[in-house]
Nanobody
Framework: QVQLVESGGGSVQSGGSLRLSCVHS????????VGWFRQAPGKEREGVAR???????IYADSVKGRFTIARDNANNTLYLQMTSLKPEDTAMYYC???????????????WGQGTQVTISS
């Protein structure tokens, strides 16, 4: 059974930083693609960052240069380091995983309960 548990969200001012964490379990049957997507009220899910099972990383244009995805396999943890945060980054952030590389991050098979990020101007 796959479980993903996010933490690290909060409220910060514009220009601030946050680091989200996602502890995962059950990703044992072969390599998995992992990533983060977000959803703001009234908006569709948006893929933010992903790490494919070949090790390559992909970022949404809106976060390139500001967000960094990292995976600590020894501790079964996925991170999203967010810097230079903007009010438009405000959303619920979800950690996600899928064994397939060709699935959009926002549509991955497994995801957690989310952690709220609120950026004030």
């Amino acid at each position: 059974q796959v479980q993903l548990v996010e933490s690290g969200g909060g409220s910060v001012q514009s220009g601030g930083s946050l680091r989200l964490s996602c502890v995962h379990s059950g990703l044992t049957h072969g390599p998995y693609c992992v990533g983060w997507f977000r959803q703001a009220p009234g908006k569709e899910r948006e893929g933010v960052a992903r790490r494919d099972n070949n090790g390559s990383t992909i970022y949404a244009d809106s976060v390139k240069g500001r967000f960094t995805i990292a995976r600590d396999n020894a501790n079964n943890t996925l991170y999203l380091q967010m810097t230079s945060l903007k009010p438009e980054d405000t959303a619920m952030y979800y950690c996600a995983a899928d064994p397939r590389n060709d699935i959009p991050t926002r549509s991955m098979q497994y995801w957690g309960q989310g952690t709220q990020v609120t950026i004030s101007s």
